[in-house]
C-alpha cells in the first residue's frame, strides 16, 4: 500500500481570527482522501495547532505522525504552557525524527527540506513572503510538491 504524506508548515505567530476548524477540516479531508502520513516541524503557533488536530483525528483514523524536530530541545525556549502541550502532543508521534544535537544556523531549514522531501504534498498557512513558511513554501514548488493553501 502507497502511503501519502503531507508536509505541514505554517507560521508562528497566529492571529486570533485563524479558524483552527477550518484547518481541522483541511486534515480531515486530506485523511478522507487518502492521505496517511503527515511531517509536523513542531514550532509553536501553526505547527501545534495542526498537531493538536492531527492528534485528534489519529484517535477516529489510522495515521502517521512523524515529528521533526531541527535540534535536541526545541521547545526549551517555549513557555511553561507551550513546552506542556509539546511534550504531551509528542506522545502521540509515532516517529521523532531529530536532525540535530543541538541548535545551529539552518537547522530550521533542513528541518523543512526533510519535510518536503519526505511528502507528495504541503499543507501551507502562509500569508508573508519572508521567513521559513515563504522559505518552505517556495523549496516545494521548486520541487514541484503541489502546496495547499489554508
Avoid at 518536503?116 to 499543507?123: H, I, S
Wanted: charged share 25%; aromatic share 14%.
Amino acid at each position: 500500500m502507497t502511503r501519502t504524506a503531507c508536509a505541514l508548515t505554517g507560521h508562528r505567530a497566529v492571529p486570533d481570527t485563524f479558524d483552527g476548524n477550518a484547518l481541522y477540516d483541511k486534515l480531515e479531508e486530506l485523511i478522507q482522501g487518502g492521505c496517511d502520513t503527515f511531517f509536523c516541524g513542531m514550532a509553536k503557533g501553526f505547527d501545534l495547532l495542526a498537531l493538536g488536530c492531527l492528534v485528534d483525528l489519529k484517535k477516529k483514523y489510522n495515521i502517521y505522525i512523524e515529528a521533526c524536530i531541527p535540534f535536541a530541545g526545541q521547545e526549551k525556549g517555549y513557555s511553561e504552557w507551550d513546552r506542556k502541550r509539546y511534550r504531551s502532543m509528542l506522545e502521540w508521534c509515532d516517529r521523532k525524527t531529530v536532525l540535530f544535537e543541538e541548535y545551529q544556523s539552518g537547522c530550521y531549514h533542513a528541518r523543512d527540506r526533510y519535510m518536503v522531501d519526505c511528502a507528495d504534498t504541503v499543507l501551507a498557512y502562509c500569508v508573508k513572503d519572508t521567513g521559513g513558511t515563504a522559505y518552505t513554501v517556495k523549496y516545494a514548488k521548486e520541487k514541484n510538491i503541489p502546496v495547499i493553501y489554508l
